[in-house]
C-alpha cells in the first residue's frame, strides 16, 4: 500500500451500531474519491483469515454481520489509495462505571488514512475538508483531527481519546461540544487560524492554515503555539502529567482537574510554562447519564 501518512481520526461516544452509519460513511468516501469501488475487509473469528470482498457485490446481511463485530474496515479495490474504517465499543451502565476508573472510557472512532500529497490539489482539498465537517456532524464527534502520523504530538490521542485532553492543535481540528463547553464557543470561534467556523451548533472547525504542510516544520509550529496560547494552556498539559500511571488505568487530564476543583488546588506546569487554574467543575460533562 501507498505510504498513508495522512490520517483523519474521529472520537464519538454515540452509539453507532446501527447500519445508517457504515452506510453513511461508505457514502461520504465515494464522494470523496470520485466513486471508486470500495473494498470490505473482515478477520474471520474461526480460521483467522482476512478475509476481502467488493462492496458493490455484498448483500446487506453480510454487511451486518461484519458491522456487528465491532468493525468494518475499507479501502478502495487496488489498496493503494486509501485506508478507512469504523470501530464501535459502547458500554453501558455500571459496566460504563467501571469501565471508566480502570482504564478511561474507550470511545468509537472513525479512521481515513490518505497520502498526504492528495491535499496538494485544490479541489480535493476542498472535498475532504467537506468530509470531515460531514462525518463530524454524522456521527456527532466530540473530538475529530487531521494530522501528518509523524507529527511528534500526536499519538497518545488516538488510543485514549478525549478523556486524556488535547495533546496538539493539527491540520484540521473539529470541537464537539464537551470541548465547545470546556474552552468556550468565543475562543474557539476567534482562534487566529486560516479558517473557523460553526459546521452546526455542536461542531466548530479550525483550519490551522490553507494547505496541509509539513507538522514539524518551525512555520507549523508557531502557528500550533500561537493558537494554543490563545486558547489557553491548560488544555494542554504535556506528556509529563499524562503519562503517570496508575493501577488500572492512566491519569488523564481530566481526572487532574476534577481533582484539582475538588481539593481547589493550583497546579503549576511547568513543560508549557502554564499554571492550571480549576476553575470548571468537569464532573458531568462527559458522562450524562
Known amino acids: 500500500m501507498a505510504d498513508l501518512d495522512l490520517w483523519m481520526i ?43 470482498k467488493e462492496y458493490s457485490i455484498m448483500t446487506t446481511g453480510e454487511i451486518t454481520a461484519v458491522y456487528s463485530k465491532g468493525a468494518i474496515a475499507l479501502s478502495d479495490n487496488d489498496e493503494k489509495v486509501f485506508d478507512a474504517g469504523i470501530e464501535w465499543n459502547r458500554v453501558r451502565g455500571r459496566e460504563k462505571e467501571d469501565f471508566i476508573s480502570s482504564q478511561g472510557y474507550s470511545q468509537n472512532k472513525i479512521l481515513l488514512k490518505i497520502n498526504s500529497f492528495m491535499v496538494k490539489d485544490d479541489k480535493f482539498n476542498e472535498r475532504y475538508i467537506i ?31 478525549l478523556l486524556t485532553g488535547l495533546k496538539d492543535i493539527y491540520w484540521i481540528n473539529i470541537f464537539g461540544i464537551p470541548y465547545i463547553k470546556i474552552i468556550g464557543s468565543h475562543k474557539l470561534l476567534t482562534c487566529p487560524a486560516f ?20 507538522p514539524n516544520s518551525p512555520s507549523m509550529e508557531a502557528v500550533r503555539n500561537h493558537i494554543k496560547n490563545h486558547l489557553g494552556l491548560e ?5 509529563n502529567i499524562l503519562k503517570q500511571e496508575k493501577e488500572g488505568g492512566i491519569i488523564n487530564i481530566f481526572q487532574f482537574m476534577r481533582f484539582l476543583y475538588k481539593s481547589k488546588k493550583e497546579f503549576e506546569d511547568t513543560s508549557n510554562d502554564a499554571i492550571i487554574h480549576p476553575t470548571f467543575d468537569w464532573s458531568n460533562i462527559f458522562f450524562d447519564d
Open 235 to 239: 488544555f494542554f498539559v504535556k506528556n
Open 10 to 52: 474521529g472520537h464519538t461516544t454515540d452509539d453507532i451500531r446501527s447500519l445508517y452509519y457504515p452506510n453513511a460513511f461508505i457514502e461520504g468516501l465515494k464522494k470523496l474519491f470520485g466513486n471508486k469501488d470500495l473494498k470490505v475487509q473482515w478477520l474471520d473469528n474461526k480460521s483467522e483469515r482476512l478475509n476481502k
Open 195 to 214: 479558517s473557523v467556523r460553526q459546521i452546526d451548533e455542536n461542531h466548530i472547525i479550525v483550519q490551522t492554515t490553507k494547505n496541509f504542510i509539513d
Open 131 to 161: 468530509f470531515c465537517s460531514a462525518m463530524a456532524k454524522l456521527f456527532n464527534v466530540n473530538y475529530l483531527y487531521s494530522y501528518h502520523y509523524l507529527h511528534s504530538n500526536a499519538m497518545f490521542c488516538t488510543k485514549f481519546g
